[in-house]
């Protein structure tokens, strides 16, 4: 057997917000297997499991710039919140997605060769590195074109970007269309959802879901049955918080927001449709420096 230690008891615990001893018997239970012993867990409804889109670890900015009918969005990192901060930092985000609004490049590696302020756009982060004195790092950009509504939340930290379809093109430009793509953008900021449709679902995520119901409820103690009707509720459950379509709309909870958008289409006598979503969260899967500032400051300093 794998030898637990502590940290792979911390871990397990800050993944799944379980008990010390819980977490402890969970990996001996799967050999210090983490992903199994999360599993483990949750079979047993030990574990407060929340989705999650990655441990959110380094610092930056989002920007966005939304001209008409095109949007950009960029996201830059740095290596502290305090840089994060500064406007001069913050300028250069927003005139990184307005480069993109008008380059349309295909990829970072596109946007770094770009032509900014005279130079390229790599010559002048590395200029913006040497002035502010920290790392930067251009991590990820989307451009979209069409109908469309944009989204800044706390100053930068997500942004979100939303194409829709309108089969009536005259009625696309109204302002109830305009306050629908940006309800709907806010909706993508709040609840994250990670897919459009049901069908883009990963069939092994979903076999997953319902298996960890399905022995969560042998373990309960309930019928046998009664184990698929719960397996299939888990699912549902699984797409209720996933699928953009199929949340509660924030706006109004009554309503999912494929309903609401069907509501506002036949308002406006014509059919609307959500193509894409882009959602961008400073420092989402990225690992987080776990430095002591202080710490090293007072070792630059001597005095550690």
């Known amino acids: ?19 010390m001893m819980d977490c402890k018997k969970a990996l001996q239970a799967t ?5 199994a012993a999360v599993t483990w867990l949750r079979e047993k409804g030990l574990a407060a499991v929340a989705k999650k889109a990655g441990r959110i670890a380094a610092e930056g900015l989002v920007g966005i710039v939304h001209e ?14 305090f840089v994060a901060k500064n406007p001069d930092f913050q300028a250069f ?25 005279g130079k390229t756009v790599k010559d002048m982060l590395t200029d913006k590195i040497s002035t502010i004195g920290e790392n930067m790092s251009l991590r ?13 939340h706390m100053g930068g930290s997500i942004g979100v970007i939303v194409e829709l379809s309108v089969a009536d093109a005259a009625k696309g430009s109204s ?13 993508i900021a709040a609840s994250s959802p990670t897919i459009l449709h049901r ?56 309503l999912t927001v494929q309903k609401h958008i069907e509501k506002i289409a036949k308002e406006l006598g014509t059919e609307i449709s959500v193509k894409a979503m882009h959602r961008f ?23 550690a």
């Open 1 to 19: 057997m794998a030898e637990i230690t502590a940290a792979m008891v911390k871990d397990l615990r800050e993944k799944t917000a379980a008990g």
């Open 31 to 35: 050999d210090g297997n983490l992903d």
């Open 68 to 81: 008409g009918n095109v949007a950009a969005m960029v996201e830059l990192n740095c290596e502290t919140d």
């Open 93 to 117: 985000v927003k005139d990184l997605a307005g480069t993109v609004v008008k380059v349309a490049p295909a990829d970072i590696d596109g946007l770094a060769a770009a032509p900014m302020g």
């Open 140 to 152: 990820r950009l989307a451009r979209a074109e069409g109908v469309l509504g944009s989204y800044s």
């Open 175 to 187: 302002e109830t269309v305009k306050a629908l793509a940006k309800d709907v953008a806010m909706q």
């Open 199 to 254: 069908s883009e679902a990963d069939a092994a995520v979903i076999e997953a879901e319902k298996s960890i119901a399905r022995e969560k409820a042998k373990a309960d103690g309930k019928p046998e049955k009664i184990l698929d009707k719960i397996a299939e509720g888990a699912a549902n459950k699984w797409f209720a918080d996933n699928v953009l379509l199929e949340q509660s709309f924030v706006k109004d909870d009554k």
């Open 281 to 303: 969260k400073v420092g989402e899967g990225l690992e987080k420096r776990a430095d002591d500032f202080a710490a090293e400051v007072a070792k630059m300093a001597g005095t």
